[in-house]
């Protein structure tokens, strides 16, 4: 079983619009979330890292749910330039304390 | 700002070829890894390092071997190198330890083999 799962979509979205979606992973014992950001032929950057009280940047909400085991993202009106691929990643304990197990992302494309 | 220096954007080679792709981190991370990622199967571990000369194989390391003599770098060897080695490969660090795990990623080499 994979320690995480994303479906790739891709999400096509309104400009303007509101889109989520979600991340699960299989290790209830998880710890360290974090959503990232991969341009198109580019290195994924940290968008940002998901607590138990949930996080807030802007226009971008993540949050964590640890009873069904998922996180989330949530991106409100919608801009051309948030067309990217969005990873999440995990710690799940076999990992140890240094690894993280990443999801294939969720690729989400904004139409004008 | 943690900055992850990757030796080459772009790379060709041929079949058979030995090629070293070289990472450097600047933050005096313990943690380093190398990946490949593909269209459809996302990031795959190749190999990881949580100290200076010591490895640990990833998810796969077939074909692969690393180097780490010094904490700072962390070098990726194809011995013999194959078309299906074409891709894009991305080294990270992190600092280490729990609640450390945040990894940051240099800026990708794509390797073509020909």
């Known amino acids: ?112 | 700002d943690v900055k992850v220096t990757q030796s080459s954007r772009y790379l060709v080679k041929r079949t058979g070829e030995k090629v070293f792709l070289e990472c450097v981190q600047d933050m005096d991370h313990e943690n380093m890894f190398w990946y490949r990622q593909d269209p459809g199967l996302g990031l795959r571990l190749i190999y990881f390092s949580y100290d200076v000369k010591m490895k640990e194989k990833g998810d796969i390391p077939e074909g692969y071997s690393v180097s780490r003599e010094k904490k700072e770098r962390f070098s990726l060897i194809l011995e013999s190198a194959s078309t299906n080695q074409t891709s894009m490969y991305l080294c990270a660090s992190s600092l280490g330890g729990a609640g450390d795990t945040e990894a940051f990623f240099g800026q990708g080499t794509r390797l073509t083999v020909v």
């Open chain 1, 1 to 112: 079983r994979k320690e995480v799962e994303q479906d790739p979509g891709p999400f096509n979205v309104p400009e303007g619009a509101t889109v989520a979606f979600n991340c699960t992973y299989s290790n209830s014992a998880s710890q360290s979330f974090f959503w990232y950001r991969q341009d198109c032929r580019k290195e994924p950057k940290l968008l940002m890292s998901v607590y138990s009280s949930g996080n807030e940047d802007g226009r971008f909400t993540a949050q964590l749910n640890r009873a069904s085991q998922y996180i989330s993202l949530l991106i409100r009106d919608s801009k051309l330039s948030d067309s990217a691929t969005y990873l999440c990643a995990v710690n799940p304990p076999t990992y140890g304390n240094n690894r993280l197990a990443f999801g294939k992302g969720n690729q989400v494309v904004v139409i004008p």
